[in-house]
């Protein structure tokens, strides 16, 4: 078992839209959270199988910040 980490961000259509911080090109979409959710498990699936299991986390995610200027 792996743990990633997924940023979900809203487009202005109201799609959610999930990016997995540790494998490049790895990001989906969908209309509701729960079907985002099932949808990067499968991208995360399929980019294991055509890329390898045995990535090494180059990065460790440590959180987001927002900043107004």
Known sequence: MRTFTVIIEKDKE????GEVV???GCHTQAKSLDELMERIK???EL???V???AL????E???IQEITI
């Open 14 to 17: 109201g799609y959610f839209v």
């Open 22 to 24: 540790e494998l490049p």
């Open 56 to 59: 090494e986390k180059e990065l």
């Open 42 to 44: 499968e991208a995360i």
């Open 51 to 53: 890329q390898g299991e």
């Open 61 to 63: 995610f440590v959180g």
């Open 47 to 49: 980019y294991l199988d």
